[in-house]
């Protein structure tokens, strides 16, 4: 027979209670949970590295490229360096040559002051004959009074520069006269445009025959002195008015000696964003922006000359930099004329401007449509912006401001009308007499026959009044207008019904009414 277990009596044989198992697996849950959240933060810590991991690497490859890229410029300038100074060596020797040719004809340039310049072969001989001579006094003030020819001798400079036997140093001595600080006891005229034109034409005389614009040829001396002219002409910021009141061509001449030289600090783009915005408005500003390291900046840039209310400004700068599709021209354009028409209109009603009002509201208007139809013929905005009622518009605004520049018609003094619609009384004939005598008195009123008033027939005997006489400047009265209960003025005459020869009543008045005279001229 089976052997029957006898329990311990020292062992618990109660069973384990719900509450407990509960907790158990309550606890099972949350060590579950902890477990998902822990393998997840570990697999996103993996992820992270391995993105981390893949950005080292490619910087690691860009660097590498840079290095190699670096590396490789490097060798090519040192290979190139003794090319480049046998070039200039040459240039040199041959500046030299004609200088020493150019002394034997200086005589004769010297017995002519200032020869007149004819063509672009006389013009680029003149720009030669003070390089090869290093006058660079001369230079400068022959360039300086050659404003109309600007165009001109842009093409012609930089081929006299090269005849230079130091170009860099020519062009600082040169603009020295008004740059950074305009030495000129009278400042008649502004200058900047000749100083801006040398500057751009030193550039292709500087660069690397081999390399290009990658190298300059400035020698550290000439450097050291255009930095030094940068950093006086910042020192004269609060003479000119500050950074918000400087003139744009001082700027724009600054901005253009840096770009020449080389020179540009990282440390002062801030001053440089400043400049531009404050001068956004010169057409080669988005360029120069470009040029300065100012690329990066450009949207920030471009946006707070949106808020300005200078988006035509804008749509150049987005153009320059490829930003089109971030701030569409076409908007910018109607926002721009928006806005010029509630200025426009704001003018208008301005009290304080009730005299002239009209006229600054639409040379406000019309400078806005001359812009804006510009902006759109440069940058070929027709299809999305057609032009034809923004020029309709600006030739109504034209013509109002001709017509009304146009004097108003006067008519001659001695033309009388009568006092009804027949027509013009004949012309006065005592215009012709010297001693005609022109009274001071006002003309008597003109009688008009009341609706109510009998017409008379023709048959009423009418009188021949004759006009007032002035004799030594005394005046007879005048006489009264004839009345049918008057007492005539001497005796009736009898006149047929219908004037001779088809004439009119006298004066061509047909109610029996004497004219009332006009004392104008009489002879």
């Not at 027979?1 to 006898?6: F, Q, R």
């Not at 915005?277 to 120069?288: D, F, I, N």
């Not at 088809?502 to 004497?514: D, E, I, K, V």
Request: hydrophobic content about 35%; charged content about 25%.
């Amino acid at each position: 027979m089976g052997s029957i277990s006898i329990p311990d009596p020292g062992e618990s044989t109660q069973a384990p209670s719900f509450d407990e198992f509960q907790r158990q697996t309550s606890l099972m849950t949350s060590c579950t949970l902890l477990w998902k959240e822990l393998s997840d933060h570990f697999t996103s810590l993996e992820q992270s590295l391995l993105k981390k991991s893949d950005a080292i690497k490619d910087k690691i490859k860009t660097l590498d490229t840079e290095t190699k890229a670096s590396l490789s410029s490097l060798e090519e300038r040192e290979t190139t360096i003794e090319n480049s100074v046998s070039i200039a060596l040459r240039k040199v020797e041959a500046a030299v040559q004609a200088a020493a040719a150019a002394v034997g004809t200086s005589k004769c340039d010297d017995g002519e002051d200032n020869p007149e310049v004819d063509d672009s072969e006389g013009l680029l001989l003149r720009l030669k004959s003070y390089c090869v001579k290093m006058d660079s006094l001369g230079f400068w003030g022959f360039v300086a009074s050659k404003k109309k020819e600007m165009e001109l001798m842009r093409a012609q400079i930089p081929l006299a520069l090269a005849e230079c036997a130091d170009p860099a140093r020519f062009v600082l001595e040169a603009i020295s006269e008004v740059f950074p600080v305009d030495k000129r006891a009278l400042c008649v005229n502004d200058l900047s445009w000749a100083c801006v034109l040398i500057l751009e034409s030193l550039i292709p005389v500087m660069v690397d025959p081999i390399l290009g614009k990658s190298r300059v040829l400035v020698t550290p001396s000439v450097k050291k002195s255009a930095k030094e002219i940068a950093e006086k002409w910042k020192e004269s910021l609060d003479q000119r008015g500050g950074i918000e009141n400087v003139k744009a061509p001082d700027v724009h001449t600054f901005f253009q000696h840096l770009v020449t030289f080389g020179i540009v600090k990282n440390e002062d783009l801030d001053l440089y964003r400043k400049l531009v915005v404050g001068s956004a408005w010169r057409k080669q500003m988005p360029k120069l922006a470009v040029s300065l390291g100012l690329a990066d900046k450009m949207p920030d840039m471009i946006e707070e000359l949106i808020s300005k209310g200078q988006q035509v400004d804008a749509v150049h700068f987005t153009h320059e930099v490829g930003l089109v599709d971030r701030f569409p021209p076409v908007c910018l354009l109607k926002a721009f004329l928006k806005d010029a028409k509630k200025a426009a209109t704001s003018i208008l009603e301005d009290p304080n401007n009730s005299s002239r009002a009209v006229h600054l509201a639409a040379r406000k208007e019309q400078s806005a449509l001359k812009a804006v139809i510009k902006c759109i013929e440069e940058y070929k905005l027709e299809a999305e912006f057609p032009p034809e009622n923004l020029k309709k518009r600006l030739e109504q605004l034209e013509k109002v401001k001709v017509e009304k520049k146009r004097p108003a018609a006067v008519g001659p003094a001695n033309k009388r009308t009568r006092a009804s619609n027949v027509g013009p009384m004949p012309p006065a004939k005592a215009g012709r007499i010297t001693t005609a005598y022109v009274s001071s008195f006002p003309a008597p009123p003109t009688f008009v026959r009341s609706p109510s008033h009998t017409q008379y027939p023709t048959g009423v005997p009418s009188y021949s009044v004759p006009p007032p006489m002035y004799v030594h400047g005394t005046r007879s009265p005048p006489y009264a207008a004839y009345s049918p209960e008057a007492a005539p003025l001497s005796p009736p005459l009898s006149y047929p019904g219908t004037p001779p020869m088809n004439y009119p009543a006298y004066g061509g008045y047909g109610n029996g009414m004497a004219p009332a005279y006009q004392h104008t001229y009489y002879r």
